[in-house]
């Protein structure tokens, strides 16, 4: 079993829905949790990070975390075609510069 | 800043060959990590230095991969000799120290083809 799971899609959605991506994770150690979008053919750039249960909001996005389920997901509202793209989760124990990633959510919005 | 630099963007090589693949970190960034992605594995670390030492190379997958960071403005990922299960885009990025551990800034990647 990965450490960090996430279904890698391709999730495809009429443009202006929610979006809902999401990943688990087994390791309690995790203190810190990210999202990186990737666009074709470019490398990942941070859009999200947490580190505590709860959510935070940034625009259309909004990052939710549930250590007790060991359950993160990442929301998209009003969709747009410009947010199709790969989005990856991430995550770090404290004082550790390694990341542990997910497999990443191809997400594919229609105009 | 110009961000993280890799060169070359594409490579296509035969069976056997050396490949070298390079990078320049943001400069100030103290850790410098390789990556490479595929399809079927997705992305995963290769390598990675702090202050110009190699902190962790667990994620290298064969001594046929080997690392070096000479000074704090570049790195380079050499495979050799190169097979075709080599081909994958190789990402370099780096980080802070301070500040947000988490957040790596990425290069653009090398695309890697062996034949």
């Known amino acids: 079993q990965k450490e960090v799971e996430q279904d890698p899609g391709p999730l495809s959605v009429p443009e202006g829905a929610i979006v809902s991506l999401n990943c688990t994770y087994s390791?309690?150690?995790?203190?810190?949790f990210m999202w990186y979008r990737q666009y074709s053919r470019k490398g990942p750039e941070l859009l999200m990070y947490?580190?505590s249960s709860g959510n935070k909001e940034d625009g259309r996005f909004t990052a939710q975390v549930d250590k007790s389920s060991k359950y993160i997901s990442l929301f998209i509202r009003d969709s747009q075609p410009s947010d199709s793209a790969t989005y990856l989760c991430?995550?770090?124990?404290?004082?550790?510069?390694?990341?542990?990633w997910g497999a990443g959510t191809k997400l594919i919005i229609k105009p | 800043d110009a961000g993280v630099i890799q060169s070359p963007r594409h490579e296509v090589t035969e069976m056997g060959q050396e490949v070298t693949l390079r990078c320049k970190p943001i400069?100030?960034?103290?850790?410098l990590f390789w990556y490479r992605q595929t399809m079927m594995r997705g992305l995963e670390l290769l390598i990675y230095?702090?202050?110009?030492?190699?902190?962790?190379d667990s994620g290298m997958p064969e001594d046929r991969f080997s690392a070096k960071m000479p000074n704090a403005s570049f790195s380079t990922l050499k495979i050799q000799p190169s097979e075709p299960r080599d081909s994958a885009v190789y990402f370099c990025?780096?980080?802070?120290?301070?500040?947000?551990?988490?957040?790596?800034?990425f290069g653009p990647g090398t695309r890697l083809t062996v034949l």
């Open positions: 991430a995550m770090a124990m404290v004082s550790n510069y390694q990341l542990i």
């Open positions: 230095f702090n202050n110009n030492v190699p902190i962790d």
């Open positions: 990025a780096s980080s802070l120290t301070s500040g947000r551990s988490d957040e790596q800034f």
């Open positions: 390791n309690s150690a995790f203190q810190y």
């Open positions: 947490t580190y």
């Open positions: 400069s100030g960034h103290d850790y």
